[in-house]
Structure formats: structure tokens, C-alpha cells
């Protein structure tokens, strides 16, 4: 596609319920970074994809967090029993080449979680 | 761990007015470094992208520039409009940063006044 696209655009998640959110990359790009955006924050790394090989999950904050991308395109992050502190926007970026031309990023997913 | 700072935190301006937005960094080995524009509820859009050699890059009324040995960046919004309004965030890509990837700061807020 044009774009990196995210969904769902907006998810309200009540306290303990599991999340899956998407990231469609732009077709060809072999690196992808999701990153945690909390209110007048700037964005901060979760994990990172070259392909299908998650080369760093480092920035997941817990157990609870498990990202994949088993076909080396679209992505999923995963929050399982979610919890207040979870909710912020989660950005999904992608990138050909990222030194020469750095990162495309998506529109983004706000999780709110009652 | 690259510390990515920028100030001010919040601007506003009357329209028409040149300014001048900071960023500085405490790690000089960097690849590249990237602006980006938040609108509010939005995904990230990239302005700029500087790489580690070059010193600076224009695009429109924006002008962006690098100091590595100092750590530091601005970007220059000429002659601004109402439409400039939005969050302004800097992002370095470090040496050596593997899967690390951008370590963003925490941008800055600006508003001008039509």
C-alpha cells in the first residue's frame, strides 16, 4: 500500500482483557519498529522486526506484551490482560533502508483501558 | 543510553513570525537524525531527514540542521502559518543502534496565532 496502516484506529479495552493490535507495513519494507506513545510523550521502542525475525523486543515492558510477524509483512502486537498503565497510542513504522531514508510510521492505535 | 532533549517544550507565536525549534542529543555517534510533525490524534509525518554527514536539509519554509560534535539540531520554520500547528519531534538514529532504532524526544508543542 501508499502507506504504513494501522488497526483498529481507536480500542477501549476494559481492565483485563486481551488486545491484538495490526500493522500493515508498506509492501517491501523489511524493517519494522513498533513504538509506545504515553500523553505528551514522545514515542518510546517496543521491538523490532527485520523480516519475520524479531531482532530486539528489549522495550516490551512485560510478559504481557508479545509482538509477531510470521510472514515477514503485516504485524501484530499482542497485550494480554491489560491493564490501565497500558493505555497510549501504539505506533507501528516501517522502513526499506532505514540509514539512507529513514521511517515511515503509521497513523497509530489509542488503546484506552477502563 | 542516548538522552534526546528538545526545547522549548511549548511555543506560541503570531502567524508570520520565523522561528526556531532545538533538539539536542548526548550520544555524537549517530546515523542519521529525522524531524517529524504530530498533529493532534495523528500518526508521526516526517519533515526532515539529516544524515551523519551532511549539515543540513531544506524542504519548503523548513530548514533543518546538524552539529554532531555538539550534539545538537534545529529546525527553522520560516514565515509561519496557522497550519503549522502541531507537535515537533526529533529523532536520532544512533551508531551502531541495531535494532535499538530511534530514541525520540519529547517534542515541542506549537501553536500560531492566525
Known amino acids: 500500500g501508499a502507506g504504513v496502516s494501522q488497526s483498529p484506529r481507536y480500542k477501549v479495552a476494559k481492565r483485563g482483557q486481551d488486545v491484538a493490535l495490526r500493522c500493515d507495513p508498506i509492501s517491501g519494507h523489511v524493517s519494522l519498529f513498533w513504538y509506545q506513545q504515553a500523553l505528551g510523550q514522545g514515542p518510546e521502542f517496543l521491538t523490532y522486526?527485520?523480516?519475520?525475525?524479531?531482532?530486539?523486543k528489549s522495550g516490551l515492558p512485560s510478559d504481557r506484551f508479545f509482538a509477531e510477524r510470521p510472514e515477514g509483512s503485516v504485524s501484530t502486537l499482542k497485550i494480554q490482560r491489560t491493564q490501565q498503565e497500558d493505555s497510549a497510542v501504539y505506533l507501528c513504522?516501517?522502513?526499506?533502508?532505514?540509514?539512507?531514508?529513514?521511517?515511515?510510521f503509521g497513523s497509530g492505535t489509542r488503546l484506552t483501558v477502563v | 543510553k542516548q538522552e534526546v532533549t528538545q526545547i522549548p517544550a511549548a511555543l506560541s507565536v503570531p502567524e508570520g513570525e520565523n522561528l526556531v525549534l532545538n533538539c539536542s542529543f548526548t550520544?555524537?555517534?549517530?546515523?542519521?537524525l529525522q524531524w517529524f510533525r504530530q498533529d493532534p490524534g495523528k500518526g508521526l509525518t516526517s519533515l526532515l531527514l539529516i544524515q551523519s554527514s551532511q549539515r543540513e536539509q531544506t524542504s519548503g519554509r523548513l530548514n533543518a540542521s546538524l552539529d554532531k560534535s555538539s550534539g545538537r539540531s534545529t529546525l527553522y520554520i520560516a514565515a509561519s502559518q496557522p497550519g503549522d500547528s502541531a507537535t515537533y519531534l526529533c529523532a536520532v538514529y544512533r551508531v551502531g543502534g541495531g535494532a535499538d532504532g530511534l530514541t525520540f524526544g519529547k517534542g515541542t508543542h506549537l501553536i500560531i496565532q492566525p
Open positions: 513504522a516501517s522502513s526499506f533502508n532505514p540509514l539512507a531514508v529513514g521511517y515511515t
Open positions: 550520544d555524537s555517534a549517530i546515523y542519521n
Open positions: 522486526f527485520q523480516n519475520e525475525a524479531q531482532l530486539d
